[in-house]
């Protein structure tokens, strides 16, 4: 997260610190540190209201494989760290690490700044051994973007960066323009049909009744923006219904709104997750 001078400057005052043997300046350096690193965080906090970019050569290479003369199916994956995934891929079988040859995937979960990662996977890797079992003539492409924690607030196709700081993660910014923003680049100039959004998410907006209570419209916005944004009006949305622990004190709220959202929106579709433990879950996506 560092920047390399901010680094340098923190190096020497640490340095000077340990070296200095006035306890006036051992106080004079340890305030000068403190406001770096304040101004520091205001500066990171400011910049994330603003779109964060895929890093130049994360996804170049994949991007440039594709076919612009062939018609891809994308599904869109999106939502929290249930989405993002946090089983090891070092445990995986080396066969179970490769795609099939009619599947590509652009991950950029678990890091704001769009850092492409390679070491955790999540539900990907079983879509895509489906797709490619079921459906061997189609060619897929699967784009998914979910950050731990991540809440509506930070989800929100309406944007407000003075609501996002009430979450636990303000710095995640502007998620749905992010969204936008790597699907656009990903799929320009090229014949794609738009098949599904994967949705996981709610858990976060389960733990304050702020949050809780937002829930249905800031969703439903959410699905109408993406709707009209990606001018396919009948996009269908498959959401996993939340089940967090009991400590998620406003959980229902945010049940009975997907319920609600799913019975009053088309092609919103609720799949149970209420008798599945974290572990089943776990072993299922490993299937």
Not at 49 to 70: H, K
Not at 88 to 114: G, I, Q, W, Y
Not at 115 to 135: C, D, M, N, Q, W
Not at 143 to 162: D, H, R, V
Request: aromatic content about 12%; glycine content about 4%.
């Amino acid at each position: 997260m560092l920047n390399r001078p901010l680094k340098a400057v923190l190096s020497y005052f640490i340095m000077s610190f340990n070296t200095q043997k006035s306890e006036r300046k051992k106080k004079i350096i340890l305030a000068t540190l403190c406001i770096s690193s304040l101004l520091y965080y205001l500066n990171y906090l400011t910049k994330y209201e603003f779109v964060a970019q895929p890093q130049e050569g994360s996804y170049n290479d994949l991007l440039q494989s594709l076919d612009q003369n062939r018609e891809y199916s994308v599904i869109l994956m999106a939502g929290q760290s249930n989405m993002t995934g946090e089983a090891k891929t070092s445990k995986l079988d080396e066969s179970m690490k490769t795609l099939p040859s009619n599947v590509m995937l652009f991950d950029f979960s678990s890091r704001p700044d769009l850092i492409k990662r390679t070491h955790l996977f999540g539900p990907e890797l079983s879509l895509a051994r489906h797709l490619g079992v079921v459906y061997p003539n189609k060619n897929f492409v699967l784009i998914k973007y979910a950050l731990g924690g991540a809440s509506m607030f930070n989800w929100n196709s309406n944007y407000n960066f003075e609501l996002a700081k009430l979450s636990k993660y303000p710095t995640f910014g502007n998620m749905y323009r992010n969204y936008i923003s790597i699907i656009n680049k990903i799929t320009e100039n090229r014949t794609v049909n738009y098949e599904a959004l994967l949705w996981m998410q709610g858990e976060s907006d389960a733990k304050t009744k702020l949050q809780a209570d937002q829930y249905y419209e800031l969703f439903s916005d959410f699905i109408f923006s993406l709707r009209r944004d990606l001018n396919t009006p009948d996009l269908k949305v498959v959401l996993g219904h939340i089940s967090p622990p009991v400590r998620f004190e406003f959980k229902n709220i945010v049940q009975r709104a997907q319920i609600k959202i799913s019975t009053q929106l088309e092609n919103i579709y609720v799949v149970p997750t209420a008798d599945l433990s974290k572990k089943m879950m776990s072993y299922i996506l490993m299937q």
